[in-house]
């Protein structure tokens, strides 16, 4: 029969209820500015890019959106 003492408790996480070091909660939020910094870089390159999607022309116009009947 095992012992149930010796099974891991959330009291013995060191990053459990709030008892995480400064340098870890720094870190983290370092990791998340970072990453909205790099979302908003691309969001703006998407939006201020002069590439039209539409490749189409007057002769082959591509996709109609009437429908045939």
């Known amino acids: 029969m095992s012992n149930l003492n010796d099974e891991p408790s959330l009291e013995k996480i060191d990053d459990y209820n709030g008892k995480e070091s400064k340098e870890k909660r ?8 970072f990453c909205l ?3 908003a ?3 703006y390159l998407r939006y201020t890019s002069t ?3 539409y490749v ?3 002769e082959n116009p591509g996709i109609t ?4 009947k």
């Open 41 to 43: 870089i691309f969001s």
């Open 56 to 58: 189409g022309t007057q």
């Open 37 to 39: 910094v790099v979302g």
């Open 65 to 68: 959106p009437t429908k045939l």
């Open 51 to 53: 590439v039209d999607d």
């Open 26 to 33: 720094n870190t983290v939020k370092l990791v998340i500015v």
